[in-house]
Structures are given as C-alpha cells and as structure tokens.
T-cell receptor, first 116, second 111 residues
Framework: GAVVSQHPSWVICKSGTSVKIECRSL??????MFWYRQFPKQSLMLMAT?????????EQGVEKDKFLINHASLTLSTLTVTSAHPEDSSFYIC????????????FGPGTRLTVL | AQRVTQPEKLLSVFKGAPVELKCNYS??????LFWYVQYSRQRLQLLLR??SRESIKGFTADLNKGETSFHLKKPFAQEEDSAMYYC?????????????FGQGTILTVHP
C-alpha cells in the first residue's frame, strides 16, 4: 500500500510553454502533498507544501506564479510550470503524507522535465 | 531553522565490511529523524525512522541528542546496499510534516 504515482514520467517542451505534472496517491488519502526539485546528484529541495482544498505554501525563493500548485482532492495534486525556460529543466518529485500518519512521506517516481 | 548535514558525499566499502553513514542535524525542537534510500532508477523510499527503533535490511540508526547525530550503521555491507542514502529531519510547529533532507551519501559496496 501507500503508492504515489506521477504523470508524465518525462516531458520535453519548448521554451515559453507550460507543463503540468500530476501527482496521485493511488491507495490512500493524502492530507498533504509535497513538491520537490532535484538537480543531478544533489539533494531534494522542497518547493512547496500542498494541502487539500487550500492554497499551497511555498518555500522561500520559489516563485508562486511560476510554479502553480493545485490540490483539488485528497488523492491528486498538480504542479504547473508556467512559461518554462531551460533553467527550469530538472527532476520534479512529489510525495504524500497519509491521513493519520505523521512524519513519513511516500514518494512518487519523479518527472524529468527538459525545456528546450 | 533546521539543517541536516551528511559529511560524506561518497562512501565505498567492500562486501562484508561494516558501514556507517553519518548524519548530524540542527533543530531547536524535538526532532523526528528518518533515513531514506534511493536505489538506482527507483524512487525514494523510507529505510527507517528513529521512532520505531527497528532494524531494516540489517541497518540500524540511533538518535544521539547530545551529539545531534543519527548515524546509519550496518555491520556487514552487501552489494545490494549500494544506493543513495538521505538523512531527513521532520519538522514540527508551523512546518509540521515537512522534511529537510541532507545532501545524501552515495554508498558503493564492492564485491
């Protein structure tokens, strides 16, 4: 149990376009979802925390208008990279915290975004 | 502010040798600490958490509040232990549920 999926697993887009990444908890209700960014051979950098039905909380230095997060239900959160540029190319990972379970996060497989 | 430090970016050992991956943290509250592992081409997954005090795949980690450390240990490393290991600190208060990750340590176990 506690599986998190992400779609797409990879995406290539042109500079200036917007890209949407979905994060789903498949077999549990996720009260909170987190979005991370990971550069090659580096650690995960938390971008934002997303609670169902409320606005996302962004970490310092993360542009809200650039990275739009929507947490429409207890099983789905989306990250939209608006007007993507080459510097947005990265590995984006989501995780979910299960209702009633503190601490542990369940991670998705990640989405590789390449902006040309 | 919370911080997690993993001083070793790379760690190599031979099969059967003991291994210790270091993790130090900085946090003013009561910490909740985790070790996550990422095998090649796989997602990040929880290895163990200090609260449960269990041994997973032969790994153990003890929280030492005096030294603010949560080192991961295994007495006899196996080749399948080769992976990236992240130490993570769970925050409380207004940051409840967030994890702060260390930089990660790539463990390579040679045959």
């Amino acid at each position: 149990g506690a599986v998190v999926s992400q779609h797409p697993s990879w995406v290539i887009c042109k500079s200036g376009t917007s890209v949407k990444i979905e994060c789903r908890s498949l077999d549990f209700q996720a009260t909170t979802m987190f979005w991370y960014r990971q550069f090659p051979k580096q650690s995960l950098m938390l971008m934002a925390t997303s609670n169902e039905g409320s606005k996302a909380t962004y970490e310092q230095g993360v542009e809200k208008d650039k990275f739009l997060i929507n947490h429409a239900s207890l099983t789905l959160s989306t990250l939209t990279v608006t007007s993507a540029h080459p510097e947005d190319s990265s590995f984006y990972i989501c995780s979910a915290r299960r209702r009633g379970h503190v601490g542990e996060q369940f991670f998705g497989p990640g989405t590789r975004l390449t902006v040309l | 502010a919370q911080r997690v430090t993993q001083p070793e970016k790379l760690l190599s050992v031979f099969k059967g040798a003991p291994v210790e991956l270091k993790c130090n943290y900085s946090y003013s509250g009561s910490p909740e600490l985790f070790w996550y592992v990422q095998y090649s081409r796989q997602r990040l997954q929880l290895l163990l958490r200090h609260i449960s005090r269990e041994s997973i795949k032969g790994f153990t980690a003890d929280l030492n509040k005096g030294e603010t450390s949560f080192h991961l240990k295994k007495p006899f490393a196996q080749e399948e232990d080769s992976a990236m290991y992240y130490c993570a600190l769970g925050a409380g208060g207004t940051s409840y549920g967030k994890l702060t990750f260390g930089q990660g340590t790539i463990l390579t176990v040679h045959p």
